[in-house]
């Protein structure tokens, strides 16, 4: 009697194993249905192997990149290793999400669920698991777009088109040149991947990291015995230091070389060029791994472990 393979085994068995589907479907098969039997054949097909990985930290891999004519997408697919992110099964997973997600917005489980050709994106994912052996995840992703202008990017550390340890995307609102308006961004966004500012300008930073500095400059003077009046100059004044430290537009632009040019006035001699104003209405900037904790290990006691010396 043939046994009848649903849909639902075929998922179950793979949220167990992170085998691809047709993997999965072959081993109930053979297995007649019998769940525990089909991850047994699995396993010596040496296939179950996203489930044993998934423990594992995955804070190596690449942010991609992908670009329409008014809209950017950045995002961040962790691997294991840094070997990993150079196979070229890796970069070419992460050029296909950065593709589908430029269609389906930043949402991780929207991106997860789009199509890529005959399989969803969470399915390209488990087989590249399955073929690589090593734990992969999608992290996270941002979108910009423009009602006119352009979205530039720029990716640091790049290891193909677009794939990079850093990866940054500018939008700029603008109806000049769309060149140069192009490769000014691509500058802002070389900035961007340098100076790592917090915010477009002091609107935009979060008002308890504001605070959290108002704090730290007041109690420094009251130390000193300053009297109060002094300061809440010294605070004021002191908050325009840090605002040239986080803001994009107060920064000094790294393209100039003395050091004196803040970006506000670059984009302001920029427009000359472009034929028209533009306006910097937002930046999204991925680091690679940045947040993740990884563990803690004794380095030296490992080698010393693997060289079999206690």
Sequence with gaps: ???TISASMVKELRDQTGAGMMDCKAALNESGGNLEAAVDWLRKKGLSKAAKKAGRIAAEGLVGIALGPT???V???????DFVARNDLFQGLVKMIADAALG???DVEKILAARAGSITIAEA?????????ENMTLRRAA???VGKGTVASYVHGSVADGLGRIGVIVALESAGK???LKAFGRSVAMHVASANPQAIDPSGLDPAAVEREKNVLADKFKAQGKPAAMIEKIVESGLKTYYKEVCLLEQPFIF????????????????AKVGAPIKISGFRRFALGEGIERPGGDFSGEVAALAGAH
Excluded: F, H, R, Y
Excluded at 75 to 81: D, H, L, P
């Design 75 to 81: 995002v961040e697919v962790n691997s294991e290793t």
């Design 104 to 106: 389906a917005g930043s």
């Design 125 to 133: 994912i488990a087989d590249t698991i399955a073929k690589v052996g």
């Design 256 to 271: 100039d070389e003395k050091g004196k040019q803040s970006v506000a006035q670059a984009v302001k001699e920029a427009e």
């Design 143 to 145: 979108e910009l777009s």
């Design 1 to 3: 009697m043939t046994t």
């Design 178 to 180: 769309p060149d140069e």
């Design 71 to 73: 809209k950017g997408i």
